[in-house]
């Protein structure tokens, strides 16, 4: 059971260029999300999806866009990439149908530097 | 806007000492709080989840408390080991996000258990 995959682990962009940050999970869950962690700062939400199909903006939903194309797949788009997007990405899901009082699942994150 | 805050952000102890990490939010008004352990390089992994009407959580060696009314909670560590040595975070849900999850997080406490 692999619970929460982020592909690539890591990246170097330069600035202005494109990426699709991947993420899956096989434990059949219904919510996922996808986070940055900065120094000093915590994780903070990027972008939310409750279900295939729905996605819903968090925090700092700025200079990114998402898929989700179907239950297991959450992917994060940087379209033209700024050097104020280096960072770390978490992705994490959440929820199997019917379940309460679950936390989240974490992957190990993207390592991503714009320059 | 609800915050959270994680003092000291670095902390050593020797070996075997028992210890106590804290955070503070400054919204009362929570779903639940959670506490996160996130090893160099990795996600977090969940440790302990407190539901608002709950006082506190043990799990092993580890015993998180919380106090709405003061806005805190604590997480106890008993007989500290290398092994422990890892960042903890900690994470609230507003009540708005009882469905969603979406957390806020605190930006952590480096623990660094000495041998």
């Known amino acids: 059971n692999a619970g929460v995959t982020q592909t690539p682990k890591f990246q170097v962009l330069k600035t202005g260029q494109s990426m699709t940050l991947q993420c899956a999970q096989d434990m059949n869950h219904n919510s996922m999300y996808w986070y940055r962690q900065d120094p000093g700062m915590g994780l903070r939400l990027i972008y939310y999806?409750?279900?295939?199909?729905?996605?819903d903006k968090g925090e700092v939903p700025n200079g990114y866009n998402v898929s989700r194309l179907n239950k297991r797949e959450f992917s994060l788009r940087l379209e033209s990439a700024a050097p104020s997007q280096t960072s770390v990405y978490f992705c994490?899901?959440?929820?199997?149908?019917?379940?309460?009082?679950?936390?989240?699942?974490f992957g190990d994150g993207t390592r991503l530097s714009i320059l | 806007k609800q915050e959270v805050t994680q003092i000291p952000a670095a902390l050593s102890v020797p070996e075997g000492e028992n210890l106590v990490l804290n955070c503070s939010f400054t919204d009362s008004a929570i779903y639940n709080l959670q506490w996160f352990r996130q090893d160099p390089g990795k996600g977090l992994t969940s440790l302990l989840l407190?539901?608002?009407?709950?006082r506190e959580q043990t799990s092993g060696r580890l015993n998180a408390s919380l106090d709405k009314s003061s806005g805190r909670s604590t997480l106890y560590i008993a007989a500290s080991q290398p092994g422990d040595s890892a960042t903890y975070l900690c994470?609230?849900?507003?009540?708005?996000?009882?469905?969603?999850?979406?957390?806020?997080f605190g930006t952590g406490t480096r623990l660094k258990v000495l041998a």
């Open positions: 999806s409750a279900s295939e199909g729905t996605t």
């Open positions: 994490a899901s959440r929820q199997k149908q019917g379940a309460t009082n679950q936390p989240q699942h």
């Open positions: 407190i539901q608002s009407s709950q």
């Open positions: 994470a609230v849900t507003p009540p708005e996000a009882s469905g969603t999850y979406k957390y806020i």
